[in-house]
């Protein structure tokens, strides 16, 4: 049973355009949330986060927006830029326990210049 | 700071063979997490450990997985007898305290299987 989903596998944005990425959850004990991208043959790479207290997380071109009661986030680059292109992973944890991190299918984001 | 480190980064070998995998963190991280990504999936916990103690294995498939982190520092992950199923990026991870703390990753190791 898939906890996060990122239902779109591939977006493509023009450079200097919004870039949208979204990511669904079902376990209603999540109450933490991640950003990771990744450039082929490196590791993640962390982004940005966002606890469930909040519905918003801005850092520099990069804003996480929080939806709890859809069970929804979103990630939003502004504006989009060439290397930016990457996979892009969300990934949920509940803050009791290990804080296991549960991780998306990821999506692929091109930026077209 | 130097980043995580691992070897080797790519290895092949046939089913039924085994395989170890190495893995530096960085320094002063006491937590060190090992992942599993199969092609066109997220990476998947197969294990958490907490200096040199496990915090979490539960999806580790012990019956041919094994994991150890001596003295709190370095880990090594091994794989006897590897099967089909197994060829993935194996991906080390540390943080300094676990929890929130941000998770920095290795570049991977990448095995077939055959």
């Known amino acids: 049973d898939q906890q996060v989903k990122q239902n779109s596998p591939s977006l493509s944005v023009q450079e200097g355009r919004i870039s949208i990425l979204n990511c669904d959850y079902t376990?209603?004990?999540?109450?933490?949330f991640l950003w990771y991208k990744k450039y082929p043959a490196e590791g993640p790479t962390f982004l940005i986060s966002?606890?469930?207290?909040?519905d918003k997380n801005e850092d520099g071109r990069f804003t996480v927006f929080l939806n709890k009661s859809a069970k929804h986030l979103s990630l939003h680059i502004v504006p989009s830029q060439p290397g930016d292109s990457a996979v892009y992973f969300c990934?949920?944890?509940?803050?009791?326990?290990?804080?296991?991190?549960?991780f998306g299918t990821g999506t692929r984001l091109k930026v077209l210049a | 700071e130097a980043g995580v480190a691992q070897s080797p980064r790519y290895k092949i070998i046939e089913k039924r063979q085994s395989v170890a995998f190495w893995c530096n963190p960085i320094?002063?991280?006491?937590?060190l997490y090992w992942y599993q990504q199969i092609l066109g999936q997220g990476p998947k916990l197969l294990i958490q450990?907490?200096?040199?103690?496990?915090?979490?294995d539960s999806q580790l498939p012990k019956d041919r997985f094994s994991a150890e982190r001596l003295k709190g520092v370095d880990s090594t992950l091994k794989i006897q007898p590897a099967k089909l199923e197994d060829s993935a990026v194996y991906l080390c991870?540390?943080?300094?305290?676990?929890?929130?703390?941000?998770?920095?990753f290795g570049p991977g190791t990448r095995l077939l299987v055959l």
């Open positions: 991870a540390s943080s300094r305290t676990g929890g929130e703390g941000t998770q920095y």
């Open positions: 376990n209603s004990m999540f109450d933490y």
């Open positions: 966002i606890s469930s207290i909040k």
């Open positions: 990934a949920a944890s509940a803050r009791t326990g290990t804080y296991k991190y549960i």
């Open positions: 320094s002063g991280h006491a937590t």
């Open positions: 450990f907490q200096n040199n103690g496990v915090v979490d």
